[in-house]
């Protein structure tokens, strides 16, 4: 099977799994959903949902998320990974938002980069997730089954995300890094599958009998 031809097949079997594509971080604005995002890094979406609802209601906007004291922040998201630097950098970032754009998110990928905290990965789920605009964030699941379906070699995420885009039609981009990312936690895990044990790579590679060693992003 061609890669065409494999990522034809992909799309329709995600399709089947997950019509529907939730956010999996809890949020209610671009704002709240940026930072749910950056403190994403390093932790799961269940853990950081865990925190967010008193932060948000402590800080639900930029300009009163700038009035909060660095340290009352960490105090809300203390347990997760890199707490001190989060916390810097959502008091900073807040504060930014008001000086450069008027206490708004901005729409663009150079303006979101721009702000503390904030990677490529985290300005694509925004700009996709908040603003419909076609984006393929590529976390450790996309990464890891971008190798496994033999999509791309896998080097760096850079490379995975433009092999990906080249793959797959952009008005699936935001639908689809969602569709793999649910996939990759229910059936085809870091430690659960090795790249011919869940259903839809033993579908796209019947015959494989060695492994897929995954490289790490």
Request: glycine letters at 6%; aromatic letters at 6%; proline letters at 7%.
């Amino acid at each position: 099977m061609r890669k065409k031809e494999r990522a034809i097949v992909i799309m329709q079997r995600l399709d089947q799994h997950y019509p529907e594509t939730p956010v999996p971080l809890d949020h209610q604005d671009p704002f709240t959903l940026l930072i749910a995002v950056l403190l994403s890094a390093q932790c799961t979406d269940k853990k950081v949902n865990e925190v967010t609802p008193k932060l948000f209601a402590a800080g639900p906007d930029p300009q009163t998320m700038a009035s909060l004291e660095e340290a009352e922040i960490l105090s809300f998201i203390r347990q997760l990974g890199l707490a001190k630097t989060k916390a810097k950098n959502i008091k900073k970032l807040a504060q930014l938002l008001i000086e450069r754009h008027e206490g708004d998110v901005p729409q663009s990928f150079e303006a979101l980069e721009a702000l503390p905290g904030v990677g490529h990965k985290t300005a694509s789920v925004v700009m996709s997730q908040a603003f419909g605009v076609p984006a393929f964030p590529v976390d450790t699941h996309i990464h890891r089954l971008a190798q496994r379906w033999g999509l791309s070699n896998g080097d760096n995420v850079k490379q995975t995300e433009r092999d990906l885009k080249a793959l797959f039609p952009k008005e699936n981009w935001n639908k689809l890094h969602l569709q793999i990312i649910f996939y990759g936690r229910e059936f085809c895990t870091a430690r659960g599958c090795n790249g011919k044990i869940c259903p839809l790579c033993r579908e796209l590679y019947p015959n494989r009998r060695r492994p897929v060693l995954t490289k790490k992003p």
